[in-house]
């Protein structure tokens, strides 16, 4: 091994039936470094990190650990964790139905789990050092989806790792979260832990990171030190191509022109839902694109989840082109002609075990009726059509969804949506979690779709991507709505000073 290194991996190859999914790939990790691993969805990221976790068995190559005299033999992911290596996965792993120390001692051999005082003890107060806002004896469930991941986070780290792998770690977490984060990262970091951090935000890369290797299509681009790496020439790399002006994305020749006093196509009065955001109003119109922004918990889910009816709705009227409707659940809506994509793919999204096919015509088939199923014919037909569309990457329609990457899954669901030829489109977080290259496909989708006539919900953490897409913008704080931006107020300074300031 290399003077300094803790890993190095060397011609690692690993095909799937119709994919290669590594093809000869190097990587090389040192003491305390904090080592980017970046691509597109698809490039080979999650399985070169599985390879190395013992999740998938190598086809081709070879695995070196810092204090082994011999080649690192991992078979499973006991075996990584022996020795020394650690992940917290992009995709929440933990058992929601127990605590929060259960999660953080199952599948371990230790002491903490034959008593359970000293185990909540244990756990506690590796909380308070992590400073998470959590109590030992907790039920995971209970707890936000970011408090969950920094409970993951924990996990790993209480761990005597000597490789700890952070595969999209801040995809749920809020800026004040993620500096925590980076600060633990940091601390690692001077004790001599080698961090393989995967993430498609480039701000969180350049902040933290020594090193950057990209993938492309399985195969290894290059491994680059950060400061020699500007971020359009680290874009470039991973797409494989010049990559233009983000900005440019919206055109005016691809805007939807309608009259100003257009009924709109969904308005709500005073809604309101079970999920604790206060009484809000809304509209959108005919070929627009708005969004609703916040702060991570700020309500921003919650209130397209009350205009889907995928929450309780307990208060409020909704009108569709003028007239009163009924919307109790998420059929209603569908009646209507709204889809909705959620939040978490993983969880809301995708039947991980039944074909791309079969989850791009469910929403179809559940407004037709299952009594009713479409002929094999029908359906490869509807499939073939969007997976061509979408440029959905999979071998074929039959194969299970599972197997694709989370860029390609999230393009299989909202070809589930566009499948059903929806007036009103609600996309909440559709490019969190996904390469560069497929989000500007998604952005530049939806502001066609718009040119097209449908109205369009928009909801991104990130703020660059809003306002490319968006042409007003709902501001909520703390679950209640606390302004509207549009025209030239609709910049990043105007958002934030509207977060900040609540109702002034």
């Avoid at 809000?280 to 921003?300: A, H, P, Q």
Wanted: hydrophobic share 40%; net charge neutral; proline share 3%.
């Amino acid at each position: 091994m290399k003077d300094g290194s803790v890993l190095e991996m060397r011609g690692i190859c690993k095909s799937f039936p119709g994919v290669r999914a590594l093809q000869d790939v190097d990587f090389t990790l040192k003491q305390g470094e904090i080592h980017a691993l970046m691509g597109e969805n698809g490039a080979g990221k999650s399985t070169l990190i599985k390879v190395l976790t013992g999740v998938y068995e190598k086809d081709e190559g070879h695995i070196y650990l810092k204090g082994l005299e011999q080649e690192a033999a991992i078979r499973s992911p006991q075996d990584a964790q022996k020795l020394g290596i650690s992940t917290v996965y992009q995709e929440i792993t933990l058992c929601p139905n127990l605590s929060v120390a259960e999660n953080m001692f199952i599948g371990r051999e230790t002491k903490h789990l034959q008593d359970w005082k000293k185990m909540n003890e244990a756990a506690d107060r590796i909380l308070q050092n992590l400073d998470i806002p959590a109590k030992a004896k907790q039920q995971l469930a209970d707890c936000s989806i970011a408090v969950q991941q920094m409970v993951a986070i924990a996990r790993a780290v209480d761990m005597d790792c000597k490789v700890l792998i952070l595969d999209e770690p801040t995809s749920s977490l809020d800026e004040q979260e993620v500096e925590k984060l980076f600060g633990l990262m940091r601390d690692l970091k001077k004790r001599g832990v080698g961090i393989i951090f995967v993430t498609h935000f480039l701000d969180q890369v350049y902040e933290v990171c020594d090193k950057i290797t990209v993938l492309r299509d399985g195969k290894l681009v290059g491994e680059y030190e950060i400061k020699e790496l500007p971020r359009l020439q680290l874009v470039s790399k991973m797409l494989g191509k010049e990559l233009d002006d983000l900005s440019g994305i919206k055109d005016e020749s691809m805007t939807y022109h309608e009259e100003d006093n257009m009924v709109p196509v969904f308005e709500a009065e005073k809604l309101q839902s079970n999920a604790g955001i206060k009484p809000f109003d809304f509209y959108i119109k005919k070929g627009e694109v708005n969004g609703f922004t916040g702060l991570l918990g700020s309500g921003r889910s919650e209130c397209v989840r009350a205009i889907f009816g995928a929450d309780r709705v307990i208060g409020g009227t909704v009108k569709k082109n003028g007239k009163q409707i009924k919307i109790n659940k998420p059929l209603d809506a569908m009646k209507n002609g709204i889809a909705y994509l959620p939040e978490d793919r993983k969880r809301d999204g995708i039947i991980g075990d039944l074909s791309v096919r079969d989850n791009i015509i469910l929403a179809l088939q559940v407004l037709k009726g299952f009594f009713k199923p479409f002929t094999k014919a029908e359906a490869n037909k509807f499939a073939e059509e969007y997976i061509k569309l979408l440029d959905i990457k999979t071998a074929s329609a039959d194969t299970p969804i599972k197997s694709l990457s989370g860029g390609n899954q999230q393009k299989v669901i909202l070809a589930r949506w566009l499948l059903t030829h929806p007036e009103y489109l609600i996309l909440d977080e559709p490019t969190r979690g996904i390469d560069v290259g497929t989000k500007i496909d998604i952005q530049k989708l939806v502001l066609k779709l718009a040119s097209e006539g449908m109205s369009v919900t928009f909801i991104s953490s990130e703020t660059d991507e809003m306002l490319r897409t968006c042409s007003r913008l709902i501001v909520m704080r703390d679950r209640k709505v606390v302004g509207e931006l549009s025209g030239s107020d609709l910049n990043q300074s105007q958002i934030m000073s509207t977060i900040a300031g609540g109702d002034k």
